[in-house]
């Protein structure tokens, strides 16, 4: 429990009304009850979170109230998402190794690190400070994990994969497997080896289920702050900048680069060998051919220019008149030609 002044503090806001006010609880306005804090973005907002049981209210700027607490913040959002581990706060886990675990003499295990039950950790395996291995975790040999890492349940790490500090991993989650490489020789697909690796940076967060190959010689790159949701696939060699967005169910080709600041919408397809500017979207479905330029928005299948793609659908929307349109047309002509016979 805490006052609505203590969470100002923390959250570096300003308290409006009784900042001795106790919070218990976070929840969205609809279903906030006293004692619970909840927030509005906009003005629209505060008018269902003002009527609400909510004992206070995470506002921006200027907002005044005649019957709630405010804490005014910068960012609403962004003060939610760091109030939100005051009151559930992250699962902890002991240091310490499960006696199922298999772990090679080799590898360099920290003292602080937890690893769980039916773990397999291969030889020369590097595993920093108070990392986390919550159990079915195979890490193949030669592997780097760095500081508060954290594998959830059956996260495969295959050998020579490099991740950083503060990386999240959830489960089912395949990371260096191989890269989908053949070349057509006598009549049957030959295997080409895979001999490269994935590299992670600092504070990413990778969803269940995704898979991301290793390189065919170098390395797959995911860049330090970006977010990859659930089943998503990554290709050999795809190179992803810092802080980018890919949400479910995406997929790219080897050897794409993305820059910094990217967002790829759900159920995207990114093709091989291409360049996706810093800053650039690629909005949901879209089938990506060719570059993109830095701060573009493509959409649709082929993907194409935000604007151009819009005036697309609005043609193809019209297509159904126009046709009726022709035809009746072409009835007309016919009647013409039929009267001057």
Known sequence: MFTASQIAEQLGGEIVGDGSVKI????????????????????????????????AILVPAGFQSATKVLIRVKNPRAAIAKALP??????????????????????????????????????????????????????????????DVCLHPNVVIYAKTQIGNRVIIHAGTVIGSDGYGYVFDDGHHRKILQVGHVVIGDDVEIGANTAIDRGALGPTVIGAGTKIDN?????????????????????????????????????????????????????????????????????????????????????????????RRLRELEKQVEDLKQRSI
């Open 24 to 55: 218990t609880g976070i929840a969205p306005a609809d279903s906030a009850r006293a004692g619970d804090l909840t927030f509005a973005e906009k003005e629209s907002f505060f008018s269902a979170a003002e009527q609400s049981a909510a004992s």
């Open 231 to 323: 089943l998503v696939h990554v290709a050999h060699n795809v190179v992803m900048g810092k802080h980018c967005l890919v949400l479910g169910q995406a997929g790219f080709a080897g050897s794409t680069h993305l820059g910094d600041y990217v967002v790829i919408a759900s159920q995207s397809g990114i093709a091989g060998h291409l360049k996706i500017g810093n800053q650039s979207i690629v909005g949901a479905k879209s089938g990506v051919m060719r570059d993109v330029p830095d701060g573009a928005m493509v959409l649709g299948y082929p993907a194409a220019p935000g604007k151009q793609a819009k005036r697309q659908w609005v043609a193809m929307a019209q297509l159904p008149d126009l046709i």
């Open 86 to 147: 005051l009151f559930f706060p992250p699962e902890s886990h002991q240091p310490g190794v499960d006696e199922s675990a298999a772990i090679h003499p080799t590898a360099q295990i920290d003292a602080g690190a937890h690893i769980g039950p039916h773990c397999v950790i291969g030889a020369g395996v590097q595993l920093g400070p108070r990392s986390v291995l919550m159990g079915g975790n195979h890490i193949g040999h030669d592997t780097k994990i760095g500081e």
